[in-house]
């Protein structure tokens, strides 16, 4: 992870886009509220028709594929981010995502402080995190980037896949398990510590591949350098899996087909109003007892 100092948040289009978690009619309030603090300060807003209503008629409808925004914010959870990055054209256009959601690790702000910080980030007073993505696919056919995990596994659920596991075309272990993910350090945070993966700090120079309960420890965790591939190959005859980018997109895995993961050359940027992220293990992750 890399933090960029003193970013430049607008250029000449002056646009922001907005995305809200669709299921919460509770948020179309806020997202008023977002909205017209932001056409205040002369910005384009576009609006995505698919979650949010707002009633501003300054405010313009726009498809989350079809925005060109100088950055992007999000009202809902890590799921709403996650939906917002599968589904913009930009990958890297800056997001500044408030918590509206249950856990939230990934989002900056809560509502109360959304709009002082928000006058804050209008003065570039603030960072921009870059993180690393995923890159995958199956030969030439080639899936979405993956902020936080891609993780295979059996089409039938239920079933064990047979896994043969290269590292740079070098085989490293061999086994089955319910599946295997290869994630990033943000999403070590994520579904890879649910499954007993470690935690990788966000200037580890690399990528986990973790295996999803197998069965004797057949397979194990490893920390790959992000300079390397990983390959998963599906050996067991007549067993296909899946291929999901961070729980978004699935794409069919045939037997005997190998899955290739590497770092992608597209990275995901989130507007901070500092470097926070082990503030945020802190207040998020990490329970706290009596």
Known sequence: MVIEENP??????????????????????????????????????????????VTNDKAQSTRIEDMDADFVVTIGG????????????????????????????????????????????LENECVIEHNV??????GDRIFEDALNEVYVVSKTPGRLLTFQVFLDGVQVDYGR?????????????????????????????GLIFVPVCPPRFE?????????STLELELVK???SGLAIIDGQTRWDVEPLETVWMKKSEVQTRFIRMYDNYYDRLNTRLVPRTL
């Open 8 to 53: 430049q948040i607008l250029t000449d289009k002056r646009t922001v886009g907005l995305v809200c978690r669709p299921d919460r009619p509770e948020i179309e309030p806020f997202a008023n509220q977002v909205a017209e603090f932001l056409i205040s300060r002369d910005l384009n807003v576009q609006i995505d028709p698919g979650s949010c209503n």
């Open 219 to 227: 397979l194990k965790s490893i920390v790959i350098p992000t300079g």
């Open 177 to 205: 398990a319910d599946g295997a993910m290869l994630a990033t350090p943000v999403g070590s945070s994520a579904y890879a510590l649910a499954a007993g993966g470690s935690i990788l700090a966000p200037n580890v120079n």
């Open 78 to 121: 890590d799921g709403t981010i996650l939906y917002t990055l599968s589904t913009l054209k930009n990958r890297e256009t800056p997001l500044f995502c408030i918590n509206r959601g249950f856990v939230g690790f990934l989002t900056e702000s809560d509502p109360e402080s959304t709009i002082s910080a928000l006058e804050k980030v």
């Open 237 to 239: 005859p007549g067993a």
């Open 133 to 138: 993505n995923i890159g995958s696919g199956v």
